[in-house]
């Protein structure tokens, strides 16, 4: 069973950063395509960026420039980095399966001020 513990989100200003973790158990996270989401206030679920089984990435428009997602192998953990955050940004962030989704965890908050 696939269990995905996402952590590192808080309360920052605009034009910060934050890196946020996604602990993987149940599946190997360099063989298969591993992606982050977020879900903003009363929004519905979006897919922020993923990485591919041979790394590469792909960002939704709002992340290109500003976000990077990467992935620690011998970890098995899925990371973003986050950086010059924008109120909009204010969001719970997911990981998972890009193709074919396990339960969601329990995501990480993140709010931004301006």
Same mark, same amino acid.
């Given at each position: ?6 952590? =590192? ?5 605009? =034009?910060?950063?934050?890196?946020? !973790?996604?602990?993987?158990? %149940?599946? +190997?996270? !360099?063989?298969? $395509?591993?992606?982050?989401? @977020?879900?903003?206030?009363? #929004? ?6 993923? +990485?591919?089984?041979? =790394?590469? $990435? ?5 992340? #290109? %420039?500003?976000?990077? +997602?990467? @992935?620690?192998?011998? #970890? *098995? ?8 955050? #924008?109120?909009?940004? $204010?969001?719970?962030?997911?990981? *998972?399966?890009?193709?074919?989704? !396990? ?12």
């Amino acid at each position: 069973q696939v269990q995905l513990v996402e952590s =590192g989100g808080g309360l920052v200003q605009a =034009g910060e950063s934050l890196r946020l !973790s996604c602990a993987v158990t %149940g599946t +190997i996270v !360099s063989r298969t $395509t591993m992606a982050w989401y @977020r879900q903003p206030p009363e #929004k519905q679920r979006e897919l922020v960026a993923y +990485i591919t089984v041979v =790394g590469t $990435t792909n960002y939704t428009d709002f992340a #290109k %420039g500003r976000f990077t +997602i990467s @992935r620690d192998n011998n #970890k *098995n953990t899925v990371f973003l980095q986050m950086n010059s955050l #924008k109120p909009e940004d $204010t969001a719970v962030y997911y990981c *998972n399966r890009y193709y074919v989704p !396990s339960t969601w965890g329990r995501g990480t908050q993140v709010t931004v001020s301006s």
